[in-house]
């Protein structure tokens, strides 16, 4: 079966952005592209984490409402979450309301804090395990790669962070490059993978 799959415009995309309405969008303009900014990286492991188990349309339709329910994803406001904030989002229907998760995500924010203090930002240390251009498209779930970073993550105390999900967010986040061969974005984001300049 062909990874790609002509859109309505007649182009051919990564087959699962065809899966559900939401995903064309989703997958031209975010999916694969490189972020530095901080806020977004940690929302994006906050939201994968929060996808483990389910399929990414349930955290994508719901992604507005996480950002409300989590202060926009800013780790300083998350790590001051309480309590009555935990109760708060248990009864929130906009979001997935998974106990540990939750937790963890508020655990994960005084991480990210500690990170940015030893590192200088989340990207800093994110970018460090960026992939190769040469790596082989859609071939796996994980890599070595995603693996060291789940390993230093859990070593530095992160919560619901399996190489899995590590792998979702590098390509998510642009520190691979997973387009399919073919794909009419793929050079797109190899382009903006090329002029990226990661933080140091």
């Known amino acids: 079966m062909s990874a790609t799959l002509l859109g309505p415009d007649g182009r051919p995309r990564c087959r699962w952005c065809a899966a559900a309405p939401e995903f064309p969008a989703y997958h031209d303009h975010e999916w694969g592209f490189p972020v530095a900014d901080d806020i977004r990286l940690f929302e994006k492991l906050c939201l994968e984490s ?49 106990r540990g998760k939750i937790e963890a995500v508020i655990h994960n924010a005084s991480r990210a804090l500690e990170m940015i203090a030893a590192e200088g930002s989340l990207a ?69 993978r090329a002029a990226f300049r990661p933080p140091v």
């Open 124 to 192: 800093a240390f994110f970018w460090r395990y960026e992939e190769p251009a040469s790596a082989v498209p859609q071939s796996r779930s994980t890599s070595a790669t995603s693996e060291a970073l789940s390993r230093e993550l859990r070593r530095r105390g992160w919560k619901f962070l399996g190489p899995t999900t590590a792998y979702a967010f590098m390509q998510a986040m642009g520190l691979i490059n997973d387009h399919a061969e073919g794909c009419v974005i793929r050079p797109e984001v190899a382009e903006a």
């Open 50 to 98: 929060f996808q483990s188990g389910l399929s990414w349309r349930t955290i994508l339709t719901k992604r507005e409402g996480f950002r409300a329910a989590f202060a926009g994803f800013d780790p300083a406001a998350v790590a001051r979450f309480d309590a009555g904030d935990i109760a708060r989002l248990l009864a929130d229907p906009g979001i997935v309301r998974h």
